[in-house]
């Protein structure tokens, strides 16, 4: 069974940092695309970064050059780095992973439960 759990997150102050991690089990994330998605309040679900089986990066234009995704293999996780956090950021945080191997899928079919991460101004 496929579990992702992502942790890291919290309030911070505008112009701070965040790690958020996400913890896989039932699959190895160094065989599958990975992304970071969020949703804030009232608002619909976007793309924010991904990383593939390949290692090709992919991020949201409101976000590059402040958040880099990043993988370790040996913990079969998936990071996000953010920095430079502005009080748009704030949302809950959801990593998801598609569900074939070594694919072009963008498919994302595996989510997790998501962690909130509040930027004040």
């Known amino acids: 069974q496929v579990q992702l759990v992502e942790s890291g997150g919290g309030l911070v102050q505008a112009g701070g940092s965040l790690r958020l991690s996400c913890a896989a089990s039932?699959?190895?994330?160094?065989?599958?695309?990975m992304g970071w998605f969020r949703q804030a309040p009232g608002k619909e679900r976007e793309f924010v970064a991904s990383?593939?089986?390949?290692?090709?990066?992919d991020y949201a234009d409101s976000v590059k050059g402040r958040f880099t995704i990043s993988r370790d293999n040996a913990k079969n996780t998936v990071y996000l780095q953010m920095n430079s956090l502005e009080p748009d950021d704030t949302a809950i945080y959801y990593c998801?992973?598609?569900?074939?191997?070594?694919?072009?899928?963008?498919?994302?079919?595996?989510w997790g439960q998501g962690t909130q991460v509040t930027v004040s101004s």
């Open positions: 990383i593939t089986w390949s290692d090709i990066t």
């Open positions: 998801a992973s598609t569900r074939e191997s070594y694919s072009g899928s963008a498919h994302y079919y595996y």
């Open positions: 039932g699959r190895t994330v160094s065989r599958y695309n």
